[in-house]
């Protein structure tokens, strides 16, 4: 009888034995993601020379209506140069997004603000190793893995070049001349970000706490029935 007890007791023992050494074994493959994850944020994000980056510099230099062919038409320019930061993860492979938001809309005293143009347009800007050439997409709805086929595609071979065209807008359509009552006030809003929504679950809870990642800018215009002409 007690050689059945001292059985079961070692029996007992060896399963609790081999429960702690499982435990063990996954706490040490979730501390190795974990350091893995914490590795390669420290390989996309932080700049290559030890001296700290300096922040996004993004600002609106430009911004117009004009009319033609019974249309509304904007034009725009930012001033916009990325921190080390974003320049060292671009270059390491990791796409940035950016999208630009226009609403045009009728003052209304007695109610809500009717909303006569209403315009987005995203970007994803990417560097490609294997060819060195950079490439910006260009698309009015937002850029993931399935739409990125129906978006404009562009390449260019140098980072000055590619922000570029993300700094210039021509010949916009925002409205038709015929949505434009007279004797009306009209507000314009033009707002561009970096879209922190686009990037990877880590980097969108780091963008929200460093300034380097900081890349957004607004502008409001009050505007009369008689813009443009």
């Not at 009888?1 to 493959?29: D, E, P, Y």
């Not at 979730?30 to 600002?59: D, I, K, M, Y």
């Not at 060195?132 to 850029?143: E, F, G, H, K, Q």
Request: hydrophobic letters at 40%; proline letters at 3%.
């Amino acid at each position: 009888m007690a050689w059945v007890n001292m059985t079961v007791f070692i029996t007992h023992c060896w399963k609790s034995i081999q429960l702690k050494l499982n435990g063990m074994a996954r706490t040490s493959l979730w501390l190795r993601a974990l350091c893995a994850g914490v590795f390669f944020w420290a390989a996309c994000v932080q700049p290559t020379h030890a001296q700290s980056s300096s922040n996004s510099q993004v600002e609106v230099s430009q911004l117009r209506l004009e009319r033609s062919e019974g249309a509304l038409l904007l034009q725009s320019t930012l001033r916009l140069d990325l921190s080390s930061t974003i320049e060292d993860a671009l270059q390491k492979g990791m796409p940035i997004y950016f999208v630009t938001e226009v609403d045009l809309s009728r003052d209304r005293w007695y109610w809500y603000d009717k909303k006569i143009g209403l315009i987005s347009r995203h970007y994803r800007l990417a560097y490609q190793p294997l060819t060195r050439m950079w490439r910006l997409n260009v698309s009015r709805d937002p850029i993931g893995g399935v739409s990125l086929a129906n978006s404009l595609s562009q390449t260019f071979e140098t980072l000055p070049e590619a922000l570029s065209a993300i700094r210039r807008t021509v010949n916009w359509k925002l409205a038709d001349v015929a949505d434009l009552d007279s004797d009306n006030k009209y507000t314009l809003s033009f707002k561009f970000r970096l879209d922190v929504s686009q990037l990877p679950r880590p980097f969108q809870i780091m963008a929200g706490s460093q300034s380097e990642w900081n890349v957004s800018t607004q502008k409001t215009l009050r505007l009369s029935s008689d813009l443009g002409r």
